[in-house]
């Protein structure tokens, strides 16, 4: 659906990792400081999703995070992302990809009574080639938006090139199917050096800010608070980030000030659909 302007949605991926990073998205939900999250079902616990539930009953703001490369606790090791996306440019996924939505859609079900507000992939896996049309079909069935990761900004570094690429693809596959997606994405952060992730983050929402009136549809922001102190912890990012990104949540809140906007940016010239 075209908007007359762009609404900023917030939205932490990974709920359900863990306690102690679920209340701290509940309470960011509370407060306005986050607009969504996103679940990772296999690890999501009846407790969280019930307190969720209670909370998200009015609104909108429950997606399915399907996972594809994080082993939870006790379960069989899994392909790291790198070799996930090489597997899947060479088209040899597709034996487990529709078992694994099925699955992880199922047990939302079961944690949710409903199905999600949107689908969007851990790592961005539904969006590698091989992926993305089982979970372009699994969207189409039940009417959902899903997730694409056409940045704001021209991108950086080639992790960020790639996620790019992929996110172009998907939004371009997305319009064939039918399937709604955001106009544009932010929260690629440089994971390694947490202080100027946050730096970036809050570059990113004023870019976004500034963008917001004059573009035609949604842009989407991920986001990653959590609880240092929690056991449980993604490998590769780091537990400090996720009580930074929090922090920094909370400050941005009302209004959703960021830093200063790039001098180079132009609102009437964001990250080409070619990049």
Not at 200 to 223: H, K, N, S, T, Y
């Amino acid at each position: 659906m075209t908007r007359p302007f762009a609404d900023i949605r917030v939205i932490a991926d990974d709920y359900g990792l863990g306690a102690g990073h679920d209340a701290v998205m509940r309470r960011l939900l509370g407060t306005g400081a986050i607009d969504a999250v996103s679940v990772l079902v296999e690890t999501c616990t009846e407790v969280s999703a019930a307190a969720l539930r209670a909370i998200a009953a009015s609104r909108p703001c429950i997606g399915l995070h399907l996972n594809f490369t994080y082993a939870p606790p006790g379960r069989a090791r899994r392909p790291d992302r790198t070799l996930l996306l090489a597997r899947s440019l060479l088209g040899l996924n597709s034996d487990l990809v529709e078992a694994r939505i099925a699955t992880q859609k199922a047990r939302f079900l079961e944690l949710f009574g409903r199905p999600p507000d949107f689908i969007d992939g851990h790592e961005h896996c539904h969006a590698f080639p091989s992926i993305r049309p089982a979970v372009l079909r699994a969207a189409a069935a039940d009417g959902l938006p899903v997730r694409s990761m056409v940045p704001l900004l021209p991108p950086a570094d080639i992790k960020a090139r790639v996620i790019a690429r992929l996110g172009h693809d998907m939004q371009r596959a997305a319009e064939r199917h039918g399937v709604r997606t955001n106009w544009r994405f932010g929260g690629v952060l440089p994971l390694p050096t947490p202080e100027t992730a946050i730096a970036a983050l809050e570059i990113d929402l004023a870019v976004a800010r500034q963008a917001a009136p004059a573009a035609p549809g949604e842009i989407w922001f991920m986001v990653h608070p959590g609880d240092a102190e929690d056991p449980l912890q993604i490998p590769g990012h780091p537990p400090v980030l996720r009580t930074l990104e929090t922090k920094a949540l909370e400050r941005l809140r009302s209004g959703r000030r960021g830093g200063p906007v790039p001098p180079y940016f132009d609102p009437l010239r964001l990250a080409s659909p070619g990049a």
